[in-house]
T-cell receptor, first 113, second 113 residues
Framework: AQSVTQPDIHITVSEGASLELRCNYSYGATPYLFWYVQSPGQGLQLLLKYFSGDTLVQGIKGFEAEFKRSQSSFNLRKPSVHWSDAAEYFCAVGASNDYKLSFGAGTTVTVRA | GAGVSQTPSNKVTEKGKYVELRCDPISGHTALYWYRQSLGQGPEFLIYFQGTGAADDSGLPNDRFFAVRPEGSVSTLKIQRTERGDSAVYLC???????????FGPGTRLLVL
């Protein structure tokens, strides 16, 4: 069974600073990897996904993530955060033969002025 | 186009009552998923539909939970004899065929008093 660990429960970052959110997964085969963002009272919005190919993937809102098979990681990055990036971020793993997603517990991002 | 919609957005009920939560997937999506998100946690898989049939209901916690999708579009999650521990946000997602990205609705926040 697949699982996801997001080691950081809460991160505070200054507006304009860079952001990196960590995600480690456990899965035997090649995973499908996702990052979703959830603003208060909202549903999950897909930021980006990795299925295969180039291990550096670009997403919406200026986010990118890099798949590193050797480290079982899929960390999310943004070079310069905006106040509107304050939200909860979830990493998820799926597979081609297992349709359900397994989510991490999430990382809450606070942006200070 | 329209995204996944869920009704009601909020539901307050008393312990022991029956509730129904509705999900309207994106038009044309054959795959539909239900997840439950408890406070401070990531979403947890409940059930997956491919068309009208439940292809995987391994995440349903017990026999008080049941879901249907009679015409392969709208789905209803039904909870009998609700318990306080059922309080959570219930998320619905859909995808085109089951192997693509899942798009989430805004969720139904269920509170059992």
């Amino acid at each position: 069974a697949q699982s996801v660990t997001q080691p950081d429960i809460h991160i505070t970052v200054s507006e304009g600073a860079s952001l990196e959110l960590r995600c480690n997964y456990s899965y035997g085969a090649t995973p499908y990897l996702f990052w979703y963002v959830q603003s208060p009272g909202q549903g999950l919005q897909l930021l980006l996904k990795y299925f295969s190919g180039d291990t550096l993937v670009q997403g919406i809102k200026g986010f990118e993530a890099e798949f590193k098979r050797s480290q079982s990681s899929f960390n999310l990055r943004k070079p310069s955060v905006h106040w509107s990036d304050a939200a909860e971020y979830f990493c998820a793993v799926g597979a081609s033969n297992d349709y359900k997603l397994s989510f991490g517990a999430g990382t809450t991002v606070t942006v200070r002025a | 186009g329209a995204g996944v919609s869920q009704t009601p957005s909020n539901k307050v009920t008393e312990k022991g009552k029956y509730v129904e939560l509705r999900c309207d997937p994106i038009s044309g999506h054959t795959a539909l998923y239900w997840y439950r998100q408890s406070l401070g946690q990531g979403p947890e898989f409940l059930i997956y539909f491919q068309g009208t049939g439940a292809a995987d209901d391994s995440g349903l916690p017990n026999d008080r939970f049941f879901a249907v999708r009679p015409e392969g579009s709208v789905s209803t999650l039904k909870i009998q004899r609700t318990e306080r521990g059922d309080s959570a946000v219930y998320l619905c997602a859909s995808s085109l065929t089951g192997e693509e990205t899942q798009y989430f609705g805004p969720g139904t926040r269920l509170l059992v008093l």
